[in-house]
């Protein structure tokens, strides 16, 4: 049976376009001018994927996005495509993830061919032979150093502290510039670059691009810490530390400025080794922090055995804690729980003045979320930063 695809941009020389590319691809291809003649489409469904543009008539892309995580059971994939430039497409991968739907990236104009397969695969790129024409093809396009020294770019979002609305940090995010020109969240790179032993490439240049920021706002006297993720793979292997610690050199960070974040919901096959590095790095002066917590089948078990520093609650705790009821009983115990084994919590993920009321409210030591700031460049961040005004954030709520 032919996977279903429905485009929706108003320039008809683009879908003629993507139709010809998805049909000789075997997709089932149906094209549609705005958000309500999509909308109309989808409630008909199944449909796997929807490409959408994001300026459009009657119903933009932004608020196609969000009608779509309105709809209950099947819920298309995203891709976007846009010529308006990163701003535009990074607040579409933003508002997708918020919205909790399944976003796999986005395309520039003019549209290349093999992006678009390439950001299609990533979905059904597990089942496909190991001969597969799209298997080579993300190969190619994907996992070479040289792609991918040259495409990772870091992007920024601030914690701050829950007490008197000071930065404490940032959370460093990865993202993928293609070759063309499109724009991959880590959530559809990172799994694929470890299946095919990517993964230690993509931290490390990553951790070298975080702390190289870091270095240059500490010279500017923005004096804050950097969280950077981490995957099992990577505390998994022996000399991790000891690439963290060389990393920290180069750049002249000191180790209590990073913190690496393990989420909580990730397996570990090697926990001996695991337990190893994580140590080491913490006798380097380096926090540890549990992201996703609650998220796992066991997260005490981590909490018990692992030297944590610092625990993230999981964002849909902070997003439905904002009333009496089961997630605010579970986010008040979380923080009582990790302040009394001696953990900072940060809570993720508040949007909104009653989520930050909240957070405050329950004793949490940081926040982080789109109340706050979205993520942003380096040069960005700096700029926010001089700006803040912790004073006035507090009595407004909204910055």
Not at 195 to 214: D, E, M, Q
Request: with cysteine; glycine share 8%.
């Amino acid at each position: 049976m032919q996977e279903r695809i429905i485009v929706v941009d108003d320039c008809v020389t683009s879908c003629a376009l993507l139709d010809h590319m998805l049909s000789q691809a075997g997709y089932e291809v149906v094209c549609t001018s705005n958000g309500e003649e999509a909308l109309a489409e989808i409630k008909k469904g199944p449909y796997r994927f929807v490409i959408t543009d994001i300026a459009m008539p009657v119903m933009d892309g932004y608020v196609l996005i969000r009608k779509m995580a309105e709809m209950h059971g099947n819920r298309p994939a995203v891709i976007v495509v846009s010529e308006k430039g990163a701003p535009i497409i990074e607040t579409a991968l933003e508002l997708a993830k918020v919205h909790g739907l399944d976003f796999l990236g986005a395309l520039a104009k003019p549209i290349s061919r093999a992006e678009l397969l390439l950001l299609l695969g990533q979905t059904i790129a597990p089942h496909l032979g190991q001969n597969s024409p799209l298997k080579d093809l993300l190969a190619e396009e994907v996992f070479s150093v040289e792609l991918l020294e040259n495409s990772l770019t870091p992007v920024f979002q601030p914690t701050i502290n829950c007490v008197d609305g000071s930065i404490y940090g940032v959370e460093c995010l990865s993202r993928w510039k293609t070759t063309f020109g499109g724009l991959v969240g880590p959530d559809i790179f990172l799994p694929i670059a470890a299946r095919h032993g990517f993964s230690p490439f993509v931290t490390k240049s990553i951790l070298s691009l975080a702390l190289s920021a870091l270095s240059g706002w500490h010279k500017q006297e923005i004096t804050v810490n950097m969280s950077v993720n981490v995957s099992p793979n990577d505390i998994c292997s022996l000399d991790f530390a000891d690439a963290v610690a060389e990393i920290l050199e180069q750049h002249k960070v000191q180790p209590e400025f990073l913190t690496l974040e393990l989420t909580e919901t990730d397996i570990i096959d090697d926990a001996a080794t695991a337990l190893e590095v994580l140590g080491r790095l913490r006798l380097m002066g380096v926090g540890l922090s549990l992201d996703d917590f609650g998220a796992g089948v066991d997260p005490l078990l981590r909490l018990k055995t692992m030297p944590f520093t610092e625990l993230k609650t999981d964002r849909p705790f902070v997003r439905d804690a904002a009333g009496a009821n089961k997630s605010s009983v579970i986010l008040d115990n979380t923080i009582k729980l990790a302040q009394r084994l001696g953990l900072t919590v940060t809570c993720e993920g508040v949007e909104n003045t009653r989520q930050w009321d909240l957070t405050r409210q329950l004793g949490a030591d940081r926040a982080q979320g789109y109340l706050i700031a979205r993520p942003m460049s380096g040069n960005d961040f700096l700029h926010w930063a001089k700006n803040w005004r912790p004073r006035r954030f507090i009595d407004s709520g909204n910055g």
